[in-house]
């Protein structure tokens, strides 16, 4: 019931705002400047000539950016929508039950974010080829699985650490059935982990390029293939314009779930319980 | 009590891609045997995928909109320019599908390469092979110039095509260098007079593995001796020198030459940024078009070397598991036209100088040619094809790239 000040925790909270802001806001502000930019040199703050040519380019048939956004945008839902559907009951089986080898399984499912990629994608191209899942969108969505479960399956897992399924039990015994118990009392409960660890999987398949290109064939064109084009070339203009539309997606989906990300969230307190 | 225990079933649409209806082409010897009439109506109403370099929005405006316009127009075809950052993305891509016996439903149907890609795919029996006398523009092409004939020194034996000829040159800031050093040896003289002026990007980049292969050529007194096959005993020889060169040079080089640039992009960056005083890149042209788009500033200009750059000549090729081989024919034979390499030559364009010999061309195309006004900041090709310098084969290149990384890179 107390109502004192904490100051140095809220001095800290300044300190972290700040440094957050460094770290995210800031960074994509002269990519924005870039975008409209015609060259900009040392030591000039602010570019002296300006254009839309790198807009105009964004937005052309040629560049592709637009068919991509959407297509990136379908491959990234489907992937986190496939792994809550694998990662949910995964995490609950690690989370809330002993069994023999769990702590392999355990490593199995942290492997992909242990072994670089690269290391892996030679042979996980044979294995798609084999199964005529090459050069569909089918397949990079099926890929983007392996990055993006383990994030899942992790934060998932946490949260059923946390979890009492005595609840459950309650509820049944009050008569409700098996679906109206997952739909009432476990949905509501994991809720938070489904948001957390689904925005991770969002983003991990949104950055997605090597595993893109291969098992897409370049019939798959995703956003950061176009991005990192121009990225690599150092053309700052058009990948300042691609990167504004790049970043969109995960600010809005960070906006709509930013309440579920907050320290008091269940979702964050369950880290490291696994 | 026991309640009928209803399960859930989530359901996931997925698309799936269409199968494609036109010809299948994949396989190349029954093309060998057409004529060309019978291989453009194979071709007709079909696709064709071309991996490419998609760092550039003028080449890709080029392929996709110039190239792309007249194979729909002309010929019914449709292109897919697919961009790439890194064209060992896409051997790999063939490598992998050659591995798991994919032979006739490849996914790619058209590179653009040389050097040491194209050794990859010729050696590892990657490429289509054999079929250039097809192509009716192929009379263009000048077989008996060793810089088309051979890839880096590789013979190129009719497992590619030619599409462009570059040469490496400098760019300097006129406002801040009035006078850049012409050679190498200058150079060298200049980097240790202007400390921190000067850098080069780490090898295995491209264009700074050449930087080095110039020190590397003056320190073997001329690329004559360099020519043939890789000779151990000259290698150690000539790189005990370069290395000592490039290591005396490593104080006097941007941030003591305790760091390189990794990308030429990063080493462009410093140079637009005036943190360095000189920059290079194999492609001579790319000046103006930088200039004009604002990475550079407009006080670049472009210059060759009195003792020489190194050229080469770049290449189209089909993998062999092309599915697409005619319609990739006829890419190739468009790409060749006195008219898309006139148009290629533009400098609002792309400013890349024709594969072709324009001799040969017909005579509105020849006089279209001598019109072309180079960007005035961009190296004069006369000046740069005076001076021109043969690449060595890629066995030398790569010994001389990883020689770097051990003894001055560390």
Not at chain 2, 253 to 266: F, S, V
């Given at each position: 019931m107390s109502t004192r000040k904490n100051t140095p925790l809220q001095s800290l909270r300044v300190l972290s705002g700040i440094v957050l802001i460094t770290w995210l806001v800031l960074p994509p502000i002269p990519l924005a400047i870039w975008s409209f930019a015609k060259g900009w040199y040392?030591?000039?703050?602010?570019?002296k000539r300006w254009t839309l040519n790198a807009w105009e380019y964004t937005f052309s048939n040629t560049a592709g950016v637009i068919d991509s956004l959407w297509i990136t945008i379908w491959i990234s839902l489907a992937a986190t929508f496939l792994s809550i559907l694998i990662g949910v009951p995964a995490g609950r089986a690690l989370g809330m039950y002993k069994f023999k080898g769990k702590e392999f399984i355990e490593l199995l499912i942290l492997a992909p974010v242990i072994v670089p990629g690269i290391a892996v994608v030679l042979g996980i191209h044979s294995v798609f080829l084999f199964m005529g899942l090459t050069n569909t969108v089918t397949g990079v969505i099926l890929v983007h699985l392996i990055p993006t479960l383990p994030y899942m399956t992790l934060v998932m897992s946490g949260i059923f650490a946390n979890y009492d399924a005595a609840f459950e039990d309650q509820a049944r015994s009050l008569g409700a059935s098996p679906f109206k118990t997952f739909w009432y009392v476990t949905l509501p409960a994991i809720m938070p982990g489904i948001i957390v660890g689904g925005l991770f999987a969002f983003l991990v398949s949104w950055s997605q390029y090597i595993l893109t290109l291969l098992i897409g064939g370049g019939r798959v064109i995703t956003l950061p293939l176009l991005l990192f084009n121009f990225a690599t070339s150092g053309r700052n203009d058009i990948t300042g314009a691609i990167g504004m539309i790049y970043i969109l997606p995960g600010i809005v989906i960070l906006l709509l779930t930013a309440k579920h990300l907050s320290g008091r969230s269940g979702a964050v307190g369950g880290f490291g319980q696994i | 009590m026991n309640k009928t225990i209803k399960t859930t079933l989530f359901a996931t649409a997925l698309s799936i891609a269409s199968v494609n209806a036109y010809a299948d082409t994949a396989d190349g010897q029954a093309l060998l045997n057409k004529s060309w009439n019978e291989i453009k109506t194979i071709a007709k109403g079909g696709e064709v995928n071309w991996f490419m370099w998609g760092g550039s929005d003028s080449i890709n405006q080029y392929v996709s909109e110039y190239i792309g316009g007249i194979l729909k127009d002309e010929y019914d075809i449709t292109l897919n320019r697919v961009g790439i950052s890194d064209t060992a993305e896409v051997v790999n891509i063939v490598l992998g599908e050659k591995e798991a016996g994919v032979t006739d439903k490849g996914t790619v149907d058209m590179i653009w390469i040389n050097g040491e890609n194209f050794r990859t795919m010729k050696q590892g029996g990657l490429a289509y092979c054999g079929y250039t006398d097809l192509l009716p523009n192929n009379t263009l092409v000048n077989w008996d110039n060793p810089s088309i004939a051979n890839d880096f020194g590789v013979p190129v034996d009719g497992c590619e095509v030619p599409w462009s000829k570059t040469q490496f040159s400098f760019t300097h800031n006129t406002a801040t260098t009035e006078n850049p050093p012409r050679s190498i040896p200058e150079l060298i003289e200049w980097v240790k007079a202007n400390p921190g002026q000067f850098t080069y990007p780490a090898p295995p980049d491209f264009n700074g593995a050449v930087f080095v292969r110039h020190v590397f050529y003056h320190a073997a007194g001329g690329v004559e001796n360099l020519l043939g096959e890789f000779d151990q005993a000259k290698y150690v020889e000539v790189s005990a020198k370069t290395w000592e060169i490039l290591n005396d040079l490593e104080p006097y080089l941007w941030r003591e030459g305790k760091t390189y640039p990794t990308t030429i992009a990063a080493h462009e960056q410093l140079y637009a940024n005036s943190e360095i005083s000189l920059t290079f890149n194999y492609e001579p042209a790319g000046v103006g078009i930088k200039i004009e788009n604002g990475t550079f500033p407009p006080t670049s200009q472009g210059y060759g070397l009195t003792d020489g750059t190194i050229g080469n000549t770049n290449y189209t090729i089909i993998p062999f598991n092309s599915p697409n081989k005619a319609a990739a024919l006829v890419l190739q034979n468009v790409l060749l036209s006195g008219k898309a390499q006139l148009e290629k030559a533009q400098p609002d364009v792309w400013g890349a100088a024709p594969a072709i010999e324009v001799d040969r061309t017909a005579d509105d195309v020849k006089a279209d040619f001598a019109k072309i006004k180079k960007h005035p900041k961009v190296a004069p090709a006369e000046e740069l094809a005076k001076y021109a310098l043969p690449e060595l084969q890629a066995s030398w290149i790569s010994a001389i790239e990883k020689g770097w990384i051990e003894n001055v890179g560390r």
């Amino acid at each position: 019931m107390s109502t004192r000040k904490n100051t140095p925790l809220q001095s800290l909270r300044v300190l972290s705002g700040i440094v957050l802001i460094t770290w995210l806001v800031l960074p994509p502000i002269p990519l924005a400047i870039w975008s409209f930019a015609k060259g900009w040199y040392f030591p000039d703050i602010l570019p002296k000539r300006w254009t839309l040519n790198a807009w105009e380019y964004t937005f052309s048939n040629t560049a592709g950016v637009i068919d991509s956004l959407w297509i990136t945008i379908w491959i990234s839902l489907a992937a986190t929508f496939l792994s809550i559907l694998i990662g949910v009951p995964a995490g609950r089986a690690l989370g809330m039950y002993k069994f023999k080898g769990k702590e392999f399984i355990e490593l199995l499912i942290l492997a992909p974010v242990i072994v670089p990629g690269i290391a892996v994608v030679l042979g996980i191209h044979s294995v798609f080829l084999f199964m005529g899942l090459t050069n569909t969108v089918t397949g990079v969505i099926l890929v983007h699985l392996i990055p993006t479960l383990p994030y899942m399956t992790l934060v998932m897992s946490g949260i059923f650490a946390n979890y009492d399924a005595a609840f459950e039990d309650q509820a049944r015994s009050l008569g409700a059935s098996p679906f109206k118990t997952f739909w009432y009392v476990t949905l509501p409960a994991i809720m938070p982990g489904i948001i957390v660890g689904g925005l991770f999987a969002f983003l991990v398949s949104w950055s997605q390029y090597i595993l893109t290109l291969l098992i897409g064939g370049g019939r798959v064109i995703t956003l950061p293939l176009l991005l990192f084009n121009f990225a690599t070339s150092g053309r700052n203009d058009i990948t300042g314009a691609i990167g504004m539309i790049y970043i969109l997606p995960g600010i809005v989906i960070l906006l709509l779930t930013a309440k579920h990300l907050s320290g008091r969230s269940g979702a964050v307190g369950g880290f490291g319980q696994i | 009590m026991n309640k009928t225990i209803k399960t859930t079933l989530f359901a996931t649409a997925l698309s799936i891609a269409s199968v494609n209806a036109y010809a299948d082409t994949a396989d190349g010897q029954a093309l060998l045997n057409k004529s060309w009439n019978e291989i453009k109506t194979i071709a007709k109403g079909g696709e064709v995928n071309w991996f490419m370099w998609g760092g550039s929005d003028s080449i890709n405006q080029y392929v996709s909109e110039y190239i792309g316009g007249i194979l729909k127009d002309e010929y019914d075809i449709t292109l897919n320019r697919v961009g790439i950052s890194d064209t060992a993305e896409v051997v790999n891509i063939v490598l992998g599908e050659k591995e798991a016996g994919v032979t006739d439903k490849g996914t790619v149907d058209m590179i653009w390469i040389n050097g040491e890609n194209f050794r990859t795919m010729k050696q590892g029996g990657l490429a289509y092979c054999g079929y250039t006398d097809l192509l009716p523009n192929n009379t263009l092409v000048n077989w008996d110039n060793p810089s088309i004939a051979n890839d880096f020194g590789v013979p190129v034996d009719g497992c590619e095509v030619p599409w462009s000829k570059t040469q490496f040159s400098f760019t300097h800031n006129t406002a801040t260098t009035e006078n850049p050093p012409r050679s190498i040896p200058e150079l060298i003289e200049w980097v240790k007079a202007n400390p921190g002026q000067f850098t080069y990007p780490a090898p295995p980049d491209f264009n700074g593995a050449v930087f080095v292969r110039h020190v590397f050529y003056h320190a073997a007194g001329g690329v004559e001796n360099l020519l043939g096959e890789f000779d151990q005993a000259k290698y150690v020889e000539v790189s005990a020198k370069t290395w000592e060169i490039l290591n005396d040079l490593e104080p006097y080089l941007w941030r003591e030459g305790k760091t390189y640039p990794t990308t030429i992009a990063a080493h462009e960056q410093l140079y637009a940024n005036s943190e360095i005083s000189l920059t290079f890149n194999y492609e001579p042209a790319g000046v103006g078009i930088k200039i004009e788009n604002g990475t550079f500033p407009p006080t670049s200009q472009g210059y060759g070397l009195t003792d020489g750059t190194i050229g080469n000549t770049n290449y189209t090729i089909i993998p062999f598991n092309s599915p697409n081989k005619a319609a990739a024919l006829v890419l190739q034979n468009v790409l060749l036209s006195g008219k898309a390499q006139l148009e290629k030559a533009q400098p609002d364009v792309w400013g890349a100088a024709p594969a072709i010999e324009v001799d040969r061309t017909a005579d509105d195309v020849k006089a279209d040619f001598a019109k072309i006004k180079k960007h005035p900041k961009v190296a004069p090709a006369e000046e740069l094809a005076k001076y021109a310098l043969p690449e060595l084969q890629a066995s030398w290149i790569s010994a001389i790239e990883k020689g770097w990384i051990e003894n001055v890179g560390r």
